[in-house]
C-alpha cells in the first residue's frame, strides 16, 4: 500500500476525506486530538452556514476550545451559531436522539463523540456482553441508515484501549460493519501521526502538532 506523506495543510485533508452517506471513525488513545479533529472537519459546512450535530455522550465538549481554534483561524465567531450540541448520558437517549433527528434544522453533518463509552459502561458484565453487542450493533445500523437517508456525512470518534498484550478499539467488530473510513491517531514521544483508511482512496499518514488553530501539520 502507497502512503501520501507530503501534504500542504491538515485542513485540506480533512476537507477532502468526508462524503455524504458514509461514517468515518476517528479512534485513538485519549489526548491526541480525535475531538478537534471531528470539530475541524465540520469547519467547512459551518462557514457556509450549515448545521452540524454534535452528540455529547461524556460531558467533555468545551466550547471555550472551538472558539479558541476559530478566533485564531480569524473566522466569524457567528458560525458557532450553525453549531448543535446534544448532551446525552446514556444509551437510552443516545438511541432515541437519532429517531428525532429532524428536529434538528436541516443537520448537514452528525458528529457523535466517543461514540462507544455509553455501550460499553452500561453493559459492562460479562453476562451483558451479547446484550451489549446487539445494542450497540443496532445503533451503528441506525447510523448508517440516518447518513443515507438524509445524505449526510457523520464523524465517530471512538478511544483505544489498552491491554498488557495489545490496544484494541472498543467495539470495533461493529464499528468496522458500517464505516467506509478509519482515521487512526497515535502519539510519540515529540509528535502526533494519522493514518487514514479509506474505500475510496490509497492510505494516507500525515504528522501534526496540536495548536491554537487545532490540527496542524509538523514542520
Known amino acids: 500500500m502507497m502512503f501520501q506523506t507530503e501534504i500542504k495543510d ?11 452517506g458514509i461514517i468515518t471513525d476517528i479512534f485513538g488513545f485519549r489526548g491526541v486530538g480525535k475531538t478537534q479533529m471531528s470539530l475541524q472537519i465540520s469547519l467547512n459546512l459551518l462557514k457556509s452556514e450549515k448545521n452540524v450535530l454534535f452528540i455529547d455522550t461524556t460531558g467533555e465538549f468545551r466550547p471555550e476550545r472551538l472558539l479558541e481554534i476559530v478566533k485564531n483561524r480569524n473566522l466569524d465567531e457567528s458560525l458557532l451559531n450553525h453549531l448543535q450540541v446534544a448532551r446525552v448520558t446514556n444509551t437510552k437517549e443516545q438511541i432515541e436522539l437519532l429517531q428525532k433527528i429532524e428536529e434538528f434544522n436541516e443537520t448537514s453533518m452528525l458528529i457523535v ?107
Open 10 to 20: 491538515i485542513q485540506e485533508i480533512l476537507s477532502g476525506i468526508t462524503k455524504n
Open 113 to 219: 463523540d466517543n461514540v462507544a463509552d455509553l455501550f460499553s459502561f452500561e453493559y459492562s458484565n460479562k453476562e451483558q456482553f451479547y446484550l451489549q453487542q446487539n445494542k450497540f450493533m443496532n445503533y451503528m445500523h441506525s447510523l448508517a441508515q440516518l447518513a443515507i437517508n438524509k445524505k449526510i456525512p457523520v464523524i465517530i470518534t471512538n478511544q483505544l484501549m489498552e491491554t498488557k498484550d495489545h490496544a484494541y478499539e472498543k467495539m470495533a467488530n461493529s464499528i468496522n460493519n458500517y464505516t467506509h473510513q478509519k482515521i487512526k491517531l497515535e502519539k510519540y514521544k515529540d509528535y502526533f501521526q494519522g493514518k487514514i483508511f479509506s474505500s475510496f482512496s490509497q492510505e494516507i499518514r500525515f504528522f501534526y502538532r496540536i495548536e491554537k488553530i487545532g490540527l496542524v501539520k509538523r514542520s
